[in-house]
């Protein structure tokens, strides 16, 4: 089967620099994802990796050890705004398209 | 930029009413899903549909059928409401070969 194990919540102060681990066990690998889900709101796509390394976009970064089975989601100079649930997801190993996701990290951003 | 909308944002429901959520997409794409989520379990997949006309069950679809007639809405359908579909449902869709979902904005669903 397939699984990811991400902590269920992480608090940091604003400004600070926060990483967001995620460990998945798949029978295959395609790349994993991140999204961002406001308490209320719609899930929303941050990134995406396939190979191994560091993906920068802004204050968010995306890293992934394929070897490892291991990624992480780093966000600099935190705001207050980035207070929400962040999820990582891994494709389906047969059915393109399909998600699963693990069960999210709620981050509190205090002042 | 895609929009995927979803008719309500809440609904209240009574048990054993059938229930119908909507989800419209805007952009062509074929792969449509619907998920639930709920507090510590996350997002379950119940159903997806990579074409009209063509289903496929989720890791969660008993209690659930849907409906896909046309590329751009993806019907879920609640045969018979139970309590314990209380839940945050959220419709997404994806073009083949791209790499991140949107997601429609949820509908929260009570059933009483």
């Known amino acids: 089967g397939q699984s990811l194990e991400q902590p269920s919540e992480v608090t940091a102060v604003e400004g600070a620099i926060v990483q967001i681990n995620c460990t998945y066990q798949?029978?295959?690998?395609?790349?994993l994802s991140w999204y961002q889900q406001h308490d209320g709101g719609a899930p929303t796509f941050l990134s995406y990796?396939?190979?191994?390394g560091l993906e920068e976009t802004g204050r968010f970064s995306s890293f992934l050890s394929r070897s490892d089975s291991y990624g992480y989601l780093l966000l600099q100079e935190l705001q207050m705004k980035d207070s929400a649930s962040y999820f990582c997801?891994?494709?389906?190993?047969?059915?393109?398209?399909?998600?699963?996701f693990g069960q999210g990290t709620e981050l509190s951003v205090k002042p | 930029d895609v929009k995927v909308t979803q008719s309500s944002r809440y609904l209240v429901k009574r048990t054993g009413e059938k229930v119908f959520l909507e989800c419209v997409q805007d952009?062509?794409?074929?792969?449509m899903f619907w998920y639930r989520q709920d507090p510590g379990l996350g997002l379950r997949l119940i159903y997806f549909?990579?074409?009209?006309?063509?289903?496929e069950k989720g890791d969660i679809p008993e209690g659930y059928s849907v409906s896909r007639e046309k590329k751009e809405r993806f019907s879920l359908i609640l045969e018979s409401a139970s309590t314990n579909q209380t839940s945050m449902y959220l419709c997404?869709?994806?073009?083949?070969?791209?790499?991140?979902?949107?997601f429609g904005s949820g509908t929260r669903l009570t059933v009483v």
């Open positions: 997801a891994v494709p389906h190993h047969n059915q393109g398209g399909k998600l699963i």
């Open positions: 798949t029978s295959g690998f395609y790349g």
């Open positions: 990796n396939a190979l191994d």
């Open positions: 952009m062509d794409h074929e792969n």
């Open positions: 549909s990579y074409d009209v006309k063509m289903k």
């Open positions: 997404a869709s994806i073009p083949p070969g791209a790499t991140g979902y949107t």
